[in-house]
Structure formats: structure tokens, C-alpha cells
């Protein structure tokens, strides 16, 4: 299929849909980085195309290919008998909707609304939730999102490498550039959010300059973060590694 990542970013993706026997993660303890006692990936691989991205590096190559994305067609199926409160494994703790090789908000989520139906699984399950994206197609989801920030907790975050749309633009080229990312923080803090900014990652000799770290941080501040996490990046060998040198 084509897909838009963004204006005038057409590209070939294949989607292949897959049966999962697993969706969801249950960490010992809370992970102090993301929040959260579970996470999930409900799409394996990302369109977003973030040159750093770990996926990209042969230590994380997924589909053999970037720009292959899986679809866990049974994921909702799969959750729901995983996170069932009535089972012993259950604890009540955030989740974390999205995960580590693929955005819940990638364009195709468009067409298959997983991260949606996922959310509504957890507002009917009642657990919090903590979500991480670089699209602002979250803004789909407000009402979802409402009610569980109502009944339970839902903590809407961002990631950037900076706040530079114009560095955005060559290392995340499918992605809304950050200024619409941080409009979209805005959006969510003045309907009453937690809102969070991941920079993640910090790119080692091109945003981990002083006077961009502290631009990135006090646009943040301005749009109504709550909290910052920092990170930095490890350039493995492969694909990323090839594209940033
Ligand atoms: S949004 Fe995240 S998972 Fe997707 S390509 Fe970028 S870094 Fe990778």
C-alpha cells in the first residue's frame, strides 16, 4: 500500500498481517522511564522512519526490510485475555500503549485502529495509561483518552530529538515536524492531561548542543509539560550508523 506520512511523503509500505501469541509485557516493577508496568507493541516495525531509530540497526531488524510493518490482527483478542483483571496476573499499574519497534500512532493505525481498540479495552479494564508518541494523530483519541484520565489516569507524552523542525525534518522524516508535536501538548495540558516530553533521543554531536537542549526544554516548559525525561542515543552498527556518518 501507499502511505502519507506527511505532506508530500508518499511512500511503498508492505503490511503483512500476522496472528501474535502475545501482545502485552509485565515488568517485576515499574519501569522508571516509561511509567509503567506494561508494555506492548501492537504494530511490529514503524513507517516513521526515524533515521536513529533502533529497528533500523541490525541488532533490531525485524521484517528483514524497514518500511515492512506487521499487523497483530488478533491483538485486542490476545489483551484481553491478558490483562483481564480476574487473572492472577493482573496488577493495577499504567500501561504503556505503543512500544519499543513501532509507534501506536503510525499512519496505518489509521486503517486498523488497534491503539484505539486497545484503549478501550483499558478503560473497560480500568487501568491507567501512559502513552508515547511522535504523532499527532493521537488527537483522534481524545475522547477515549478523557475517559480514562477520568475513571483512572492517562498521561499523554511526546518524543523529540529536539524542538528543530528543520533537524526533525532529516533524522525523523515521517513524523509531524515538533512544532506541531508540541501543539499537540498544548492541546492535551489545556484538556487537563499529564503531559510529558521524552528527548529521546538526544543525538550524539547534532541536538546535544546546550543552546538546543535548553530551547528544546523551554518549549516544553511553554507548552505545559509536566515532566522531562532525558536520553541519549547509541549508534549501532548497520543502517543508522550508515545514514548519520
Ligand atoms: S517513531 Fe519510534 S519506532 Fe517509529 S521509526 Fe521513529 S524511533 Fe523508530
Not at 509507534?103 to 489509521?110: F, N
Request: charged share 30%.
Amino acid at each position: 500500500m501507499d502511505i502519507s506520512t506527511k505532506k508530500g511523503d508518499m511512500r511503498k509500505v508492505t503490511i503483512r498481517k500476522i496472528e501474535a501469541k502475545s501482545i502485552s509485557r509485565k515488568y517485576k516493577k515499574i519501569d522508571s522511564w516509561f511509567i509503567s508496568c506494561y508494555g506492548m507493541n501492537l504494530y511490529r516495525g514503524c513507517t516513521h522512519n526515524c533515521i536513529y531509530c533502533d529497528e533500523r540497526s541490525e541488532g533490531y531488524y525485524v521484517d528483514g526490510e524497514f518500511g515492512k510493518v506487521a499487523v497483530k490482527v488478533n491483538a485486542i483478542d490476545v489483551l484481553r485475555k491478558e490483562l483481564d483483571p480476574n487473572k492472577k496476573r493482573f496488577r493495577r499499574s499504567f500501561v504503556m500503549v505503543g512500544g519499543g519497534v513501532g509507534d501506536s500512532y503510525q499512519p496505518i493505525e489509521e486503517k486498523y485502529k488497534l491503539t484505539r481498540k486497545s484503549l478501550q479495552l483499558m478503560y473497560e479494564y480500568n487501568y491507567p495509561v501512559h502513552m508515547l508518541t511522535k504523532s499527532t494523530l493521537i488527537r483522534r483519541d481524545i475522547d477515549i483518552l478523557r475517559k480514562i484520565d477520568e475513571r483512572s489516569r492517562a498521561i499523554v507524552s511526546f518524543s523529540f530529538s529536539s524542538v528543530n523542525d528543520e533537524i526533525s525534518a532529516i533524522f525523523e522524516p515521517g513524523v509531524p515536524p515538533p512544532t506541531e508535536r508540541l501543539e499537540t501538548i498544548g492541546f492535551f495540558k489545556k484538556e487537563g492531561f499529564a503531559c510529558g516530553m521524552f528527548l529521546l533521543p538526544v543525538i550524539p554531536f547534532i541536538t546535544d548542543t546546550t543552546e538546543l537542549i535548553e530551547d528544546t526544554v523551554k518549549k516544553g516548559v511553554e507548552a505545559g509539560v509536566d515532566f522531562i525525561i532525558f536520553g541519549g542515543d547509541d549508534v549501532k552498527g548497520g543502517e543508522a550508523e550508515r545514514l548519520l556518518f
